[in-house]
């Protein structure tokens, strides 16, 4: 009960700030996409949590969530294939848009960069197999077609008003796609409580950012995938 408390809650903000963004400017806002994005939400947050706990195991029983991140990331893909979204319109292709790679990969560089830092200089315990292999796939593969990928889609087709930033097109679909993200790991309702944490919320937000920036840049979301899964997984292997 409490993790769909917790999703509603999400939803409920997301569709509030949301409408008040697009009703204050109605001739660039899509209610009808802001409302599939909330749909988006609900769907994955029903799959990681296995139904909330309604569908039975599959995989056996780990230290991680495999079956409901490969529950969530078969349903992202397919969302993708769907003639509304498209496999490329998602980002998801290997394609880089021309021009980009250059200042793309100079930023890759100083977030992987950063990352080592701080890996170096925080304490470091042994990790089983399992969770390295879990932080080098799982979360890159599955996080980034949904965040940056079908629900940055669906919120960009809800806010179409467009900004350029360094060297990028923003729109509030990539500012709340970010927020959603870092809600997703700092948020939580248990017991009656909420808490939000704002340091992971800063700490989940901010490469964030960075990682729309990447996809608004390349239009793939190959880069995104692979420093989320190293930014993962640097800490467990330094």
């Known amino acids: 009960m409490d993790g769909i408390i917790q999703t ?19 001739e ?7 409302l599939v994005a909330a749909g988006l ?22 230290a991680w969530n495999w079956q409901g991140k490969v529950l969530a990331l078969a349903a992202t893909l397919a969302v993708a294939a769907l003639p509304a979204f498209g496999w490329r319109r998602s980002g998801l292709t290997f394609a880089q848009a021309e021009g980009s790679l250059k200042s ?6 100083l977030y992987c960069g950063v990352f080592v830092v701080i890996a170096l200089i ?15 796939t799982m979360p ?9 990928g079908v629900l940055l889609l669906a919120l960009d087709r809800a806010f179409t008003a467009r900004a350029r930033v ?11 796609s970010c927020a959603l993200f870092g809600l997703a790991h700092a948020f939580n309702f248990s017991h009656g409580h909420v808490a939000l944490d704002p340091m992971t919320m800063a700490v989940t937000a901010l490469p964030a950012f960075i990682a729309v920036w990447m996809r608004l840049r390349t239009g793939s979301l190959l880069l995104p995938v692979l420093l989320h899964n190293f930014g993962n997984a640097i800490p467990l292997l330094l």
């Open 8 to 26: 509603a809650a999400v939803i409920a903000l997301l569709l509030m700030v949301g409408g008040a963004i697009g009703f204050t400017r109605r």
């Open 28 to 34: 660039s806002f899509s209610l009808r996409w802001l």
């Open 41 to 62: 939400v609900l769907l994955n947050d029903f799959l990681l949590t296995r139904g909330y706990g309604l569908l039975p195991h599959v995989i056996p029983k780990s």
């Open 104 to 109: 793309c990969l100079l930023v890759a560089l």
């Open 122 to 136: 925080s304490p470091n315990e042994s990790v089983s197999p399992e969770t390295l292999a879990f932080q080098l």
């Open 140 to 148: 890159g593969l599955e996080e980034e077609p949904f965040y940056r």
């Open 166 to 176: 360094l060297g990028a097109d923003w729109g509030w679909g990539a500012v709340l």
